[in-house]
């Protein structure tokens, strides 16, 4: 790989800086799920296993690898969301060298910073890489992989270390095994064409395969399932919301004016890039399956595009190259001036304003939610740790901050964390909390619309299943309302009858 030209190195100089000035912006931004991994990497580093709820065996995580790193550090003695949000910054940077890497296979050997400039500009990106989940560890581990399988394609002879990283990959997030499919593919269509000997294609197939079949074994004999519980609740049994659906999804996204990567991405399937090898086949390979997973499984609750945000980074490597051959066929028509240092100047204004207007919109995007979270999710948990009563079991939809600052034994009502929410309709979880499970303390997400009649109705399909009922209406008395978003819901702390809990603090709205 050349050196990077004078230009190239201040490009990438600035979006370093500016990718590490988005990420301190967003550093309150960390979600309710993030308390999940938090959780289980707490009870995996105090000795109580890879447990949300000791003595229960459900992986209600979807980030494995990343609940083992967070266990690693907090065993350390580290603060693990603390220690979560530096790494996923660090990874987030670390992506930046990569994309170069790529742009380089791409180019021939002259790297671009246009495409780290790209990502750099992306606020959801930076978002993302300090929100507190896998999401920067997992982008980053799944560029580096494309980059090693690049390399690894126009060598002689297959690596090992490649199977490694699409392996990471596949630990990080569950879906991520798909991304090894087009590498193992094209190393398979060498050996059958004789262009390799078999050998180079059978050890990354074999590394790979054994590992996630070791992996799924250690699953069945753990957990008895065959993929996390949080796969069965959010794409087999979950109930569709119009909203979140996947082709929506993506139009949102491409409205936001980040989908102006896209048309200079596909420039390169005529430029350049259209000849290096499998490497443009590779990106394009990994940006189609995830765009397809998006479609399939639908779209997520949370802002800033978390679904997108993996393959922003070779989507940008693409269009970095696209502008590259777009300005090639240009130039020759147009009377340009050698302005360098104007030009550059230029860049950096423009670099300094899109940034800046991208991130303050997106903190405004994001503020409710994180003032709600604080002064509602984290203050009823941390009230609750020392308001119930010891051996209270606590039954809640959002099972993130609550759960891990108060400690308790809990009931998640969306079945990320438990298998027979997971597999069940809204109706039947219900029954199953009021009739059966009886848990002492009750925390529902509602919005109290005035009548006639006046009536509580639940933000999700459970909640409002189980205040409907009649023998919950009896059986649980109101205990105090935390505020969370109220042009969402609020969270309703209800009581079983004969649970004694002490006065609410000033921050909540009282019963």
């Known amino acids: ?99 170069l890497g790529l742009s380089a296979r791409l180019s021939g050997g002259r790297p671009s910073a246009i495409g780290p400039w790209l990502t750099a500009l992306s606020a959801p990106f930076a978002l993302w890489a300090v929100a507190g989940l896998e999401t920067g560890a997992y982008a980053c581990a799944l560029t580096a992989a494309t980059l090693a399988a ?29 991304f090894a499919g087009p590498y193992l593919a094209l190393r398979l269509g060498l050996a059958i064409r004789g262009g390799s000997p078999w050998r180079d294609a059978a050890v990354p197939i074999t590394i790979f395969i054994g590992g996630i079949a070791a992996v799924t074994l250690w699953r069945w004999l753990t957990f008895h399932a065959l993929v996390p ?60 399956l995830q765009m397809a997973f998006v479609v399939a499984v639908g779209g997520d609750w949370m802002p800033a595009f978390r679904f997108v945000v993996p393959v922003l980074p070779l989507l940008h490597v693409l269009a970095g190259q696209g502008a590259t051959d777009l300005w090639q066929r240009l130039r020759p028509r147009l009377a340009v001036p050698a302005v360098a240092p104007v030009a550059a100047t230029l860049a950096a204004a423009l670099t300094l304003a899109v940034h800046t207007y991208a991130v303050r919109r997106q903190l405004q995007e994001v503020e409710p939610y994180v003032v709600g979270l604080a002064r509602g999710h984290a203050s009823l948990g941390r009230w609750l740790k020392d308001a ?27 079945g990320l964390t438990d298998s027979f929410v997971a597999r069940n309709r809204h109706r039947a979880v219900a029954h199953h909390v009021v009739h059966e499970l009886r848990p002492e303390l009750v925390v529902l997400a509602l919005r109290y619309v005035e009548g006639p009649p006046a009536l509580f109705r639940g933000f999700f399909k459970t909640d409002g299943a189980v205040v409907a009922d009649t023998a919950f209406t009896r059986g649980w008395l109101l205990a105090g309302v935390w505020p969370f978003m109220p042009s969402s819901y609020n969270l309703y702390v209800f009581a079983r009858r004969g649970v004694r809990l002490r006065a609410p603090p000033p921050g909540a709205l009282g019963p």
């Open 150 to 178: 690049a390399h690894d394609l126009a060598a002689p002879r297959a690596h090992w270390r490649v199977a490694i990283l699409f392996l990471i990959v596949a630990l990080l997030r569950p879906e991520g095994a798909m």
């Open 1 to 99: 790989m050349r050196a990077l030209s004078w230009p190239s190195r201040l490009a990438f100089a600035v979006a370093c800086a500016t990718l590490l000035a988005g990420a301190w912006a967003f550093r309150r931004h960390v979600v309710d799920d993030t308390y999940i991994s938090l959780r289980y990497a707490d009870h995996l580093a105090s000795g109580l296993g890879y447990v949300f709820n000791p003595g229960e065996n459900v992986e209600g995580a979807s980030n494995l690898m990343w609940v083992l790193v967070l266990a690693a550090a907090r065993a350390l003695g580290a603060n693990p969301l603390v220690a979560s949000q530096v790494l996923g910054a660090l990874a987030a940077l670390a992506t930046l060298f990569f994309q």
């Open 388 to 414: 119930a009563p010891p051996g209270a079991r606590l039954a809640i939809a959002d099972c993130g901050a609550v759960p891990y600052f108060s400690e308790l034994p809990t009931l998640d009502l969306l």
């Open 229 to 288: 519980n949080t796969v069965l609740a959010k794409v087999f049994f979950a109930s569709p919301r119009p909203e979140n659906l996947g082709l929506l999804y993506l139009w949102r996204w491409c409205a936001t004016g980040a989908g102006v990567a896209v048309p200079l991405a596909l420039v390169t399937l005529s430029g350049r890039a259209a000849g290096a090898g499998g490497v443009t086949a590779l990106l394009w390979a990994a940006i189609a």
